[in-house]
């Protein structure tokens, strides 16, 4: 199979209305980055992430080739910036979590949209999760807030159920969805604050606003489609 069609292959799920906004997008946050002046890093950080978002909702294992890449640029930028959790999070955890997930995914594919099979957790190990994620937070937070973390609470928040979020991502339950709403929130929230004292990471904080938005869309997308499996 050639790049063509491999492309081709990728994209073949997505309504024409879906490529326009995916592209206009990605053009939005170049052109904003660009007229804000914002890190060259920041901006490639960006654009991966939301690729990575939006493949991943369509179920496509290519998804998380895009997202090694993010993960590495967002790494430095929470470096830079003193969000050690999140730079923690990316490198020991969402980089060998993302090459799992290409093995993971590709043994639930649908042999017709290469797309993977959806599924859900029961309400014992939704309750489950909820309680360590909550624990987890308490404690990281104490520990970031030693480190001498900027934002130890949202920083451990995010850190934190990230992690489910993604163990929820391989394991390609819908719950994913919930957890990164969440997640997109709290970070939006947590790069504004940087972008205000100064930090060039403008095109971040728009990064974190569509995957908000795309995190919601595709909780509903998810829902409808299983509920019509």
């Given at each position: ?5 491999l492309?081709?292959q ?10 326009i906004?995916f592209?206009?997008?990605?053009c ?27 493949l991943?909702?369509?179920g496509?294992v ?14 430095y ?11 923690t ?8 979590m993302?090459?799992?997930g290409?093995?993971?995914w ?17 309400l ?9 994620a ?9 520990i970031?807030?030693?480190l ?8 451990a928040?995010t850190?934190?159920?990230s992690?489910?979020g ?16 969440f997640?997109?929130f709290i ?30 869309y595709f ?5 409808k489609?299983?509920k019509e499996?």
């Open positions: 199979m050639n790049i063509k069609e492309i081709k990728e994209f073949s799920n997505f309504s024409k209305k879906e490529l906004i592209l206009f997008i990605i939005f946050v170049i052109v904003i980055s660009i007229i804000t002046h914002d890190n060259k890093i920041a901006l490639i950080s960006a654009i991966c992430g939301i690729s990575y978002t939006i991943a909702g369509k496509k290519s998804c998380y080739f895009i997202g090694i890449a993010g993960t590495l640029c967002y790494s930028l929470s470096f830079i910036n003193g969000f050690f959790g999140h730079m999070l990316n490198l020991l955890y969402y980089f060998p993302e090459i799992l290409i093995f993971k590709s043994q639930h594919l649908k042999k017709e949209t290469r797309e993977i099979v959806k599924a859900k957790l029961s014992k190990e939704r309750y489950i999760y909820i309680t360590v909550f624990i987890l937070t308490f404690a990281a937070a104490f970031l807030k030693i001498g973390d900027t934002k130890p609470f949202m920083d928040f850190t934190v159920f992690v489910i993604q163990l929820l991502t391989v394991k390609r339950c819908i719950e994913q969805w919930y957890v990164w709403s997640v997109n970070s939006l929230i947590m790069w504004i604050y940087a972008y205000i004292n100064g930090s060039e990471c403008f095109a971040t904080i728009l990064m974190w606003l569509i995957y908000f938005i795309l995190g919601i909780l509903i997308c998810w829902k489609e299983m499996e």
